[in-house]
């Protein structure tokens, strides 16, 4: 039983004062690289981060005449904190990206915009009819309400937390399993998420899910929720993960961040 007591009012401990803080904002004066492409992305290969790569590999897998820088913003370093990057999503999460296309620069965050954002311009992955696109909507917008309980419940319980709490793990390993099962039973009669056709959905959704079914996301973890029961969601994860755009954008490499920052 915790001896724990909720103060009047909450302060940060001290033992958590870190890269973590209640407070926004930039906290050093930083200048981002940019390359010659037209796209310039910063980022990371989390869940989160590898989404966008994919979408720019499958756009070029379809064609598409497009071009990206890609630059890397270790989190576990504060790169998100610095005066450039916040500028772009003031969050300070990764990915962002800026498009310098027409001689405008457009600033795009959170990972779900920044594939809708793409999708809309290059009218690909997302389809034109109202019902299919709601549809395609219904689920990118599942995968931004839910995965917040996978990474930050699950993931940081189960893999992260200094400490192991027995009703945080169960409360949120539950939660996990609840969603995979969401998936399954949907994926039963669908070839993708959101019908016949892979789309943004699809994306976003196997950048969480797909990489915890592979056992690629919490070490343990597929084991630790039987991610084996979820046929269906292994089969559409498997689908998924052998599209070759998928294994460009993974294979990826980062370009490293100027080193003009004043931290």
Do not use: C
């Given at each position: 039983?915790?001896?724990?007591?909720?103060?009047?009012?909450?302060?940060?401990?001290?033992?958590?004062?870190?890269?973590?803080?209640?407070?926004?904002?930039?906290?050093?004066?930083?200048?981002?690289?940019?390359?010659?492409?037209?796209?310039?992305?910063?980022?990371?290969?989390?869940?989160?981060?590898?989404?966008?790569?994919?979408?720019?590999?499958?756009?070029?897998?379809?064609?598409?005449?497009?071009?990206?820088?890609?630059f890397k913003i270790d989190i576990?370093?504060?790169?998100?904190?610095?005066?450039?990057?916040?500028?772009?999503?003031?969050?300070?999460?990764?990915?962002?990206?800026?498009?310098?296309?027409?001689?405008?620069?457009?600033?795009?965050?959170?990972?779900?915009?920044?594939?809708?954002?793409?999708?809309?311009?290059?009218?690909?992955?997302?389809?034109?009819?109202?019902?299919?696109?709601?549809?395609?909507?219904?689920?990118?917008?599942?995968?931004?309400?839910?995965?917040?309980?996978?990474?930050?419940?699950?993931?940081?319980?189960?893999?992260?937390?200094?400490?192991?709490?027995?009703?945080?793990?169960?409360?949120?390993?539950?939660?996990?399993?609840?969603?995979?099962?969401?998936?399954?039973?949907?994926?039963?009669?669908?070839?993708?998420?959101?019908?016949?056709?892979?789309?943004?959905?699809?994306?976003?959704?196997?950048?969480?899910?797909?990489?915890?079914?592979?056992?690629?996301?919490?070490?343990?973890?597929?084991?630790?929720?039987?991610?084996?029961?979820?046929?269906?969601?292994?089969?559409?994860?498997?689908?998924?993960?052998?599209?070759?755009?998928?294994?460009?954008?993974?294979?990826?490499?980062?370009?490293p961040l100027s080193d003009t920052a004043d931290r």
């Amino acid at each position: 039983m915790s001896d724990y007591q909720l103060p009047r009012v909450w302060k940060t401990p001290e033992t958590m004062i870190g890269l973590n803080r209640p407070t926004a904002g930039s906290r050093f004066q930083q200048t981002l690289p940019r390359g010659e492409a037209i796209y310039q992305l910063y980022s990371l290969g989390t869940p989160n981060g590898i989404k966008v790569t994919i979408m720019f590999e499958e756009l070029k897998e379809l064609g598409i005449d497009i071009h990206y820088d890609l630059f890397k913003i270790d989190i576990s370093e504060g790169d998100q904190f610095g005066s450039d990057f916040v500028a772009i999503n003031p969050n300070s999460k990764i990915p962002a990206l800026l498009d310098l296309s027409d001689g405008k620069e457009i600033r795009v965050f959170e990972s779900a915009n920044i594939l809708l954002y793409l999708a809309d311009k290059y009218h690909a992955f997302l389809p034109e009819t109202l019902s299919e696109k709601t549809e395609v909507l219904n689920w990118l917008f599942w995968q931004t309400g839910a995965a917040p309980f996978l990474g930050g419940g699950f993931g940081h319980f189960f893999h992260y937390a200094p400490e192991k709490i027995p009703y945080a793990i169960d409360r949120y390993t539950m939660e996990a399993k609840r969603q995979l099962d969401v998936l399954d039973k949907e994926l039963a009669h669908k070839t993708y998420i959101s019908g016949d056709q892979y789309t943004i959905a699809d994306i976003a959704i196997w950048s969480w899910y797909g990489r915890l079914v592979e056992g690629k996301l919490y070490e343990g973890s597929d084991v630790f929720l039987d991610v084996n029961a979820y046929t269906h969601l292994g089969r559409w994860a498997r689908t998924i993960a052998d599209r070759p755009a998928v294994k460009r954008a993974l294979d990826k490499t980062y370009q490293p961040l100027s080193d003009t920052a004043d931290r």
